[in-house]
């Protein structure tokens, strides 16, 4: 497999925000293929879908909070549906309007699980989507924090998440991410109690604020940024094969992962 596009060895990213981070720790070569090749990425139908729901999310709790109501979400979603067709990611899906529509519902449906799990009236909203771009020793550092909100001990971090609740085993690699937010947070002198994952179509996970576990998430980023930077440095992104290999969108770029999509699920179509 060759690189399409060859950055000078010293090249370092802008930043690591936890998606890229994630994306190294799962296949360096699918890292290198998206941010060193720069090969397109489309979103897939539930990030489109994940994108969506964040922004009526959005629209609604930086509303007054006596008008967050299921119809000031509906309104705002109908709104945001008008100018989907402008978009994009949602255009690459292709999707025909019988899919459309149950795009929609989908995207609905998550935002009445919302209202069943929270009331948004009572969400004491400091900000929403804020951009944090800070050095975390001394790794440059980006998220976009879904929600800041002042909770009755001190401020709480949310994100929220469209797909379904992790098992068990996963939960802790989840909450690295928030973890990383109280760590930016604090960069900027504010001072998180508590974080929340909250899964919009099952529950939330909380927890309160864990100076270890924000140690390790941060000693975690570091790391991945060292050997990032190290993969540059070298010019060696070995690929790492397993079951994701037959959603990676750069198949047709790494054998490897081709001959481990169709060990796993048959030829492709
Ligand atoms: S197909 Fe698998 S091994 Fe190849 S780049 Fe994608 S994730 Fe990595």
């Known amino acids: 497999m060759t690189s399409v596009v060859s950055e000078s060895p010293s090249f370092r990213p802008r930043h690591l925000s936890p998606s890229s981070a994630s994306t190294f720790r799962q296949c360096p070569r699918r890292w290198q293929l998206r941010y060193i090749d720069k090969l397109p990425d489309p979103k897939g139908e539930a990030a489109v879908l994940g994108t969506f729901v964040h922004e009526i999310l959005e629209h609604l709790l930086t509303l007054q909070s006596d008008r967050r109501s299921i119809d000031a979400a509906k309104k705002i979603a109908r709104d945001l549906w008008d100018q989907m067709p402008d978009d994009e990611d949602f255009q690459a899906l292709c999707l025909n309007d019988d899919d459309a529509k149950g795009f929609m519902w989908k995207a609905w449906r998550l935002i009445e699980h919302y209202f069943a799990i929270e009331d948004p009236t ?147 179509k």
Not at 147 to 163: F, M, N, P, W
Request: glycine share 6%.
């Open 122 to 268: 009572r969400v004491d909203v400091l900000r929403a989507e804020q951009e944090l771009a800070v050095e975390i020793e001394g790794v440059p550092f980006f998220g976009i924090v879904d929600l800041t909100e002042q909770v009755s001990d001190g401020i709480r971090v949310v994100d929220y998440k469209t797909g379904k609740t992790p098992n068990s085993r996963f939960v802790d690699d989840k909450l690295s991410q928030v973890w990383l937010y109280a760590a930016a947070l604090a960069e900027q002198e504010v001072e998180v109690s508590e974080v929340r994952l909250m899964y919009l179509s099952s529950g939330s996970i909380d927890r309160s604020i864990d100076a270890r576990a924000v140690t390790k998430a941060v000693s975690s980023h570091r790391q991945t940024w060292d050997d990032l930077c190290q993969a540059i440095d070298t010019q060696k992104f070995p690929y790492k094969t397993g079951p994701l290999c037959n959603w990676c969108p750069y198949l047709d770029h790494c054998p490897e992962g081709a001959l481990e999509a169709e060990r796993r699920y048959g030829p492709r």
